[in-house]
């Protein structure tokens, strides 16, 4: 099955910063990467996703990068602010596939 | 709309006690999951289902089963807790029962074994 790999498990960073989270997959199989936000005490909740048939993908301060060849995509959030800070997920499956795994989340904690 | 919920939010129980986890979606769709989270392993697939009347193992579904009781309702039951099982579960739904699909989360219960 499916293996997602995510990094850093921790990261800290100053109010306006960038901060950016990568993580690789193994299945060549996957094409639906998605990334979730758990506050504390609360649900992950979909922030962004990205599909294997683009290279990037943006919301406002959020972009997904995919790069299929190396299998491996990232998280990029600019201009930080404290309501960033949170854990966040990475996930891959294939399509047609309900089994989606998870990365083992990185703690964001943005500093004031 | 209350989206996903699961009750009940926080639950003790002693080695060897069965207990039911209940989760209810009121957005119509068609697929629904149990997950369990452990600290340092994100979240981890223990059964789906992807239409009413079936239901598959994902990747830990040892010591649980689960019931898809109709379109809005997965149930997930411990029949004998063990201390591993200490864990926060999370029930989740997405519209499509292909997968590849948003899925929404509920607020979590949090379980221990003692």
């Known amino acids: 099955g499916e293996n997602v790999e995510q990094h850093p498990s921790t990261l800290s960073v100053q109010e306006g910063d960038s901060a950016v989270i990568k993580c690789t997959y193994s299945?060549?199989?996957?094409?639906?990467f998605p990334w979730y936000k758990q506050e504390l005490g609360k649900g992950p909740q979909l922030i962004i996703d990205?599909?294997?048939?683009?290279g990037e993908k943006k919301d406002q301060r959020i972009a997904v990068t995919l790069n299929k060849t190396a299998k491996h995509f990232s998280l990029h959030i600019t201009e930080t602010q404290p309501e960033d800070s949170a854990v966040y997920f990475c996930?891959?499956?294939?399509?047609?596939?309900?089994?989606?795994?998870f990365g083992a989340g990185t703690r964001l904690t943005v500093k004031p | 709309n209350a989206g996903v919920t699961q009750t009940p939010k926080f639950q003790v129980l002693k080695t060897g006690q069965s207990m039911t986890l209940q989760c209810a979606q009121d957005?119509?769709?068609?697929?629904m999951y149990w997950y369990r989270q452990d600290p340092g392993m994100g979240l981890r697939l223990i059964y789906y289902?992807?239409?009413?009347?079936?239901?598959d193992k994902g990747e830990v579904p040892n010591g649980y089963n689960v019931s898809r009781l109709n379109k809005r309702e997965f149930s997930l039951r411990l029949e004998s807790a063990a201390p591993s099982q200490t864990s926060v579960y999370f029930c989740?739904?997405?519209?499509?029962?292909?997968?590849?699909?948003?899925?929404?989360f509920g607020p979590g219960t949090r379980l221990t074994v003692l």
């Open positions: 989740a739904s997405s519209p499509r029962g292909t997968g590849g699909d948003t899925q929404y």
């Open positions: 299945d060549s199989a996957s094409n639906y």
């Open positions: 990205i599909r294997s048939n683009v």
């Open positions: 996930a891959a499956t294939p399509y047609n596939n309900n089994d989606m795994r």
């Open positions: 957005m119509n769709h068609n697929s």
């Open positions: 289902s992807a239409s009413e009347g079936t239901t």
